[in-house]
Nanobody, 124 residues
Framework: QVQLVESGGGLVQAGGSLRLSCVAS????????MGWFCQAPGKEREFVAV????????YTADFVKGRFTISRDNAKNTVFLQMNSLKPEDTAVYYC?????????????????WGQGTQVTVSS
């Protein structure tokens, strides 16, 4: 079992930045790819970014490409999402998730463990 706890969300003005963190605990973090997803009210959970276990491979969704960056520090069992140039439409609950197997997969149901989410609100 892997427990994931996100932090770093909050209220920010459009154009601002936030850095989300997700700390993993429980069984080993080793070998897990880590993803970030977002879910706005009334919408389905949406893929944002994923990073392989070694951090050698990353992929970000088109709607955040160039603005958001995913990274990880395996020594601290932590994955990050740096969010720059935030827009009001980025407002959502952001979740981190862990998956075994192939690192790249944008489908939420392919992830094995989820955090509780952290709210990001961007005002115009």
């Amino acid at each position: 079992q892997v427990q994931l706890v996100e932090s770093g969300g909050g209220l920010v003005q459009a154009g601002g930045s936030l850095r989300l963190s997700c700390v993993a605990s429980g069984r080993t973090f080793s070998g897990y790819a880590m993803g970030w997803f977002c879910q706005a009210p009334g919408k389905e959970r949406e893929f944002v970014a994923v990073i392989s276990w070694s951090a050698g491979s990353t992929y970000t969704a088109d709607f955040v490409k160039g603005r958001f960056t995913i990274s990880r520090d395996n020594a601290k069992n932590t994955v990050f999402l740096q969010m720059n140039s935030l827009k009001p439409e980025d407002t959502a609950v952001y979740y981190c998730a862990a998956k075994r197997g192939s690192w790249y997969d944008p489908r939420p149901n392919e992830y094995d463990y989820w955090g509780q989410g952290t709210q990001v609100t961007v005002s115009s």
